[in-house]
C-alpha cells in the first residue's frame, strides 16, 4: 500500500511516540505486579486482583460512557468551532462523573460494611478509587477529542505505573506488604496520575479553543450517551467477569494465579490501545468528511503495528512460557501456563483486527457493537458457569478467549460489509 498524506505521517510518529510510552507504562506495571505477586503469595494477591477488579466495575457506573461521547463530541465540536457547546459538554460531563461517583460509593461502602467477606478492607479502600478513575477517564477523553493523543497518555503511562512502583517498593522495604497496603498505592498512584491528566486536560482547552458561554444539550446528549454506557457496561462485564467468577467459583489463590496470566496475555495486544488513542478523534472526522481511503490506510496501517508487536509476543508466550513465569514470579505461579497460552490465543485475535472496536464507535454503528458484544457477554458468563468448577483458570480462560475472537470477527464482517472498511492487518478496503 503506498503511504501518503499528512495525516497518515502524523499517525506513524505518533504511534511510534505513543508505543515507546506504552512499553515503558507496560515494563513499570510488570514490575509491580511482579513484586506483589512474589510478596503477597497467589492467595492474598489473589485479593488485591479482586479488589481493583470492583473498583473498575464499580467505576464505570460513576461515568456511564461518558467518555467515549465525550472523545467523539468534542473532536466534532472543535471541527465545527462550537466552542459553546464544546465547553458545554465539558462542564456538565465533570458535573455528572462527580454526581454519580457519590451515589455509586455510598451505596457500594454501606453494602460491604454489611457483608462479612475476606479481604473487605481492601475491598472498602478500592472504593476510593471509584471517582478517581472516573474523572481520569474524562480529562484523557478531553485530551484525545483535543486531537491531543500523547498528552491524554501520560498521566496514566509516565505518572502512575512508576509512582505505583515507588511506592510498593518503600512499603516492601519498609515493612511488610499486605493486600490493603497494595492498595492503598495503587490509589494514590492513580489520584496522582488524575490530578495531572486534569491540570492537561485544561491547558488543553484552554489552548485549542476559544473562550466562550458554554451552552448545554443536556437531554440530546443523554440520548447519545445509551449506546455507548451499554457497550461501556457490558465491555466491562465481559472483560472483568472470568476473575471475579473465579472468585465465587474457585478461591482466591486461583484468582491469584489466573491474574498473573491475565497481565502477562495482555502484552500480545498492548500496542492496541496505544494506536486505538490516536486513532479514535480521527476516525470520526475522517468518516463524517468523506475520506474513506485516508481513514482505510491508518486503519490498515495501525493494525500492522500492532500485529508487529503481538505475532512475536504469542510466539515467545508459547514456547517459553513456563520459563517466563518462573523467572518473574517464581515455580508457585507455574499452574498459569494453561490459562496462559489460551489467552494468548485470544488476544492473538484481537491485535490481527485492529481497532475495529473503535471504528465500529465512531462511525455511528455503536448499536452494532452492543448487541454483538450483549450475545459474547452472555456466552462468556455461560462458558465461565460450566468450565470454572472443573477446569479452574483455564476453564476462565477459554471462555475469555472465545468470547474476544467472537467479538472481533464479527464486527470485523459487519464493517466490511455494510461499511466496506477492514480494520484487520489485510487491509482490504478502499485505495
Excluded at 44 to 52: E, F, K, N, T
Excluded at 187 to 214: D, H, I
Excluded at 285 to 296: A, I, K
Excluded at 328 to 348: D, K, N, P, T, W
Aim: glycine fraction near 8%; charge should be positive; charged fraction near 10%.
Amino acid at each position: 500500500m503506498h503511504i501518503s498524506g499528512g495525516g497518515l505521517r502524523l499517525l506513524l510518529k505518533n504511534s511510534m511516540l505513543s508505543l515507546a510510552l506504552k512499553a515503558f507504562s507496560t515494563i513499570m506495571a510488570l514490575a509491580v505486579n511482579v513484586i506483589l505477586a512474589r510478596q503477597l503469595g497467589p492467595a492474598d494477591y489473589g485479593i488485591y486482583a479482586l479488589a481493583l477488579s470492583v473498583a473498575l466495575l464499580l467505576g464505570f457506573p460513576a461515568h456511564v460512557g461518558i467518555p467515549k461521547l465525550l472523545v467523539r463530541e468534542v473532536a466534532l465540536y472543535h471541527a465545527r468551532a462550537q466552542w459553546n457547546y464544546l465547553r458545554g459538554i465539558i462542564r456538565r460531563a465533570r458535573q455528572a462523573v462527580v454526581l454519580l461517583s457519590l451515589v455509586v460509593c455510598a451505596a457500594a461502602g454501606t453494602t460491604l460494611l454489611l457483608l462479612d467477606i475476606p479481604g473487605g478492607e481492601a475491598y472498602l479502600l478500592a472504593l476510593v478509587l471509584v471517582p478517581v478513575f472516573a474523572l481520569l477517564r474524562l480529562s484523557e477523553a478531553i485530551a484525545r477529542g483535543l486531537h491531543r493523543p500523547i498528552s491524554a497518555q501520560v498521566p496514566e503511562m509516565l505518572v502512575r505505573s512508576p509512582v505505583n512502583l515507588m511506592l510498593v517498593g518503600v512499603v516492601g522495604v519498609v515493612g511488610q506488604l499486605s493486600a490493603v497496603g497494595a492498595v492503598a498505592a495503587y490509589a494514590v498512584a492513580t489520584t496522582a496520575a488524575a490530578w495531572m491528566a486534569g491540570v492537561l486536560a485544561k491547558s488543553a482547552v484552554r489552548q485549542e479553543t476559544v473562550v466562550a458561554t458554554p451552552s448545554f444539550e443536556t437531554r440530546e446528549w443523554a440520548k447519545a450517551v445509551v449506546p455507548f454506557a451499554l457497550l461501556g457496561g457490558i465491555t466491562l462485564i465481559n472483560t472483568r467477569i472470568d476473575l471475579l467468577m473465579l472468585g465465587l467459583l474457585a478461591d482466591t489463590q486461583e484468582a491469584g494465579l489466573y491474574r498473573v496470566a491475565l497481565q502477562l496475555s495482555t502484552l500480545v495486544a498492548f500496542a492496541l490501545s496505544a494506536v486505538s488513542a490516536l486513532l479514535a478523534p480521527q476516525i470520526s472526522r475522517l468518516y463524517h468528511t468523506g475520506q474513506r481511503t485516508e481513514l482505510q490506510r491508518m486503519l490498515t496501517w495501525g493494525a500492522r503495528i500492532v500485529a508487529a508487536v503481538g505475532v512475536p509476543t504469542v510466539l515467545g508466550m508459547f514456547f517459553f512460557g513456563e520459563t517466563i513465569l518462573t523467572m518473574l514470579f517464581g515455580r508457585e505461579y507455574l499452574g498459569s501456563h494453561s490459562a496462559l497460552v489460551i489467552l494468548c490465543a485470544g488476544q492473538l485475535v484481537n491485535a490481527l483486527t485492529g481497532s475495529i472496536g473503535l471504528l465500529i464507535n465512531m462511525t455511528g454503528h455503536e448499536r452494532v457493537a452492543v448487541r454483538t458484544l450483549t450475545v459474547t457477554a452472555a456466552a462468556n458468563i455461560v462458558l465461565n458457569m460450566l468450565l470454572i468448577p472443573t477446569m479452574g483458570g483455564a476453564g476462565a480462560a477459554v471462555a475469555t478467549a472465545v468470547s474476544l475472537a467472537s467479538f472481533n470477527a464479527y464486527l470485523s464482517y459487519h464493517a466490511w460489509r455494510f461499511m466496506r472498511l477492514d480494520a484487520t492487518v489485510i487491509g482490504a478496503g478502499p485505495r
